[in-house]
């Protein structure tokens, strides 16, 4: 598909839900489990997804249309999640990425970008030019990144106990978690 | 975590949600896009779980419960949604599947297993013995695998539209599809 900020936004917006739907009231084992060692359980997802929408994607847009590559990005703190979400219930969490996401767009909507302004490039600190365009995809695949990732790690709770059905379901044999 | 058919159904319970807030309105590119040659979409997703609500999952509970290894399992047709969800919107199938998981919720409430019944054993076509409890169990990893696989394949819908971002969106290169 090629890009499009209705299709885009469309995903964008579903996301909330399709989380709350997921993992709300979730007895906690599977919210609090993870795929090994240096791997996220769903809580701490969610927490990552939060820090996105405070501090990513729409700000990131911001520096693209108001400064270009003169501004490169602020680095994306991917552990951000941890010092943030102490103390917090899942349940507020889930409510806050839902707020968040909701002003987000309606900035997005605001900004009323236009087929040029997604040619528009920023400087990415570790990737170098990027456009607009490329950075609200990959808002867009990040989020269907976590939701799959979240559903991976509930399904390994399970490895062993679903027997010899582990040869079919595949998903058991996705991204066998980092060492040490 | 070890197999707890209260844990187990909390999950079974949520995917219908999870899938409708997913899916439900979406532009038809995310719905009818899939990874490759051989691989599905999400609708294609949608009809498969149908399918396992019709004819596997509560029957083969019973057939355990019934009649033990005596009588084997018949095989499950993966591909039968190809010509059951002819004719259907993906919004009357988010509603069919909500409707038959809730019925079969219901069933498997009434059965009322124990965890001696847990243990007992049935024949599968293919993989041989099996207990009631690594069917339950694979019961809720199949939905699981099957939500990661929407998000996945909806995902990859942007894999090059995110540019050099692909380097971080690791869903992007999990299961490359088969060729031919």
Redesign the interface.
């Known amino acids: 598909?090629?890009?499009?900020l209705?299709?885009a936004m469309?995903?964008l917006a579903?996301t909330p839900?399709?989380l709350?739907?997921?993992l709300k009231?979730?007895?906690r084992?599977?919210v609090e489990?993870n795929e090994g060692p240096d791997t996220w359980n769903p809580y701490d997802v969610v927490g990552h997804l939060i820090h996105g929408e405070q501090t990513d994607w729409v700000q990131r847009a911001k520096i693209i249309l108001d400064q270009g590559e003169a501004r490169p990005f602020d680095p994306f703190d991917r552990f951000a999640q941890f010092e943030e979400s102490k103390g917090k219930t899942l349940e507020e969490m889930l409510v806050e990425f839902a707020v968040l996401r909701e002003r987000n767009l309606a900035t997005l909507r605001e900004l009323n970008i236009n087929a040029t302004q997604l040619g528009k490039t920023g400087q990415?600190p570790a990737?170098?030019k990027?456009?607009l365009?490329?950075?609200l995809?990959?808002w867009?695949?990040?989020d269907?990144?976590h939701?799959?990732?979240i559903?991976?790690t509930?399904?390994k709770?399970?490895?062993s106990?679903?027997?010899?059905?582990q040869?079919?379901?595949?998903?058991?044999h996705?991204?066998k978690p980092k060492q040490g």
Request: charged share 20%.
């Open positions: 598909m090629e890009f499009n209705d299709d469309a995903v579903r839900a399709t709350r739907a997921m009231d979730l007895p084992g599977w489990n990415h990737l170098g990027v456009t365009k490329e950075l995809a990959t867009v695949a990040h269907l990144d939701t799959a990732q559903a991976r509930m399904a709770q399970y490895a106990e679903v027997g010899p059905w040869a079919y379901i595949t998903i058991l996705d991204r």
